[in-house]
């Protein structure tokens, strides 16, 4: 039996502890997605970004007893993060994330900006810690809090891209060359959306189109 009492002390204190300082270094990192950024490989900010996701899973993986976690690199391709997760059941789950930025813009108050993370009360402010460099801490920590309470889950995958502002180019070639490890998921839950308040889960059905061009 679920004790939602222990999901949320254990939820808040990982967040806390753990995941919220994490993400105010990863917004101060500049890895914008390589539509904006043609020269990423040459920069190392994604690279750079990668490496601090990677370190803070690995330090998770023991209380996930099983997982395995690989960096993938393609030629000529962004990077992405494979973890898998052993769970109970046929069913598997894929849960996606991007760790890519958008570019600067502008309009931003004196004291903010992109690369500048801010954190007052529970809101944290820049680049990338809303879109979407939650989504891989926000999963982990879900099963660790199963885990913690000897709850079972299914099988999960997780893939975590860099090329996602950039319309995801890179996306189908690891999907084909991940193919025996996704395998036919039964669910797939891509943590990357928008939430009107805290006092509900929201959830999309539909994506927007999308256009981008170059001058």
């Not at 679920?2 to 890895?31: A, H, M, R, S």
């Not at 669910?187 to 539909?206: F, I, R």
Request: charge should be negative; proline fraction near 7%.
């Amino acid at each position: 039996m679920l004790d939602v009492g222990k999901v949320k002390k254990f939820i808040d204190q990982c967040w806390t502890d753990e995941i919220v300082p994490t993400l105010v270094e990863y917004i101060k990192i500049p890895n914008k997605s390589p539509a904006f950024d043609p020269d990423w490989a040459a920069h190392g900010y994604m690279d750079e970004a990668v490496a601090l996701f990677e370190r803070w899973a690995r330090a998770m993986l023991p209380s996930l007893t099983g997982s395995t976690l690989e960096v993938v690199r393609l030629p000529g391709r962004t990077p992405v993060i494979v973890i898998d997760v052993p769970g109970e059941g046929e069913d598997k789950v894929l849960l996606y994330g991007h760790l890519d930025k958008q570019p600067e813009m502008v309009g931003w108050t004196e004291g903010y900006g992109p690369w500048i993370p801010r954190l007052e009360g529970d809101k944290l402010y820049g680049h990338g810690g809303a879109d979407d460099g939650y989504a891989m801490f926000g999963a982990l920590s879900a099963l660790m809090a199963l885990r913690a309470q000897g709850v079972p889950h299914a099988p999960c995958v997780f893939l975590i891209e860099a090329c996602e502002e950039s319309g995801s180019d890179d996306l189908p070639y690891y999907v084909d060359h991940l193919a025996s490890r996704i395998g036919s998921p039964s669910l797939v839950v891509c943590l990357d959306s928008g939430c009107g308040n805290y006092d509900q889960l929201w959830m999309t059905t539909s994506l927007r189109g999308m256009a981008s061009g170059t001058h």
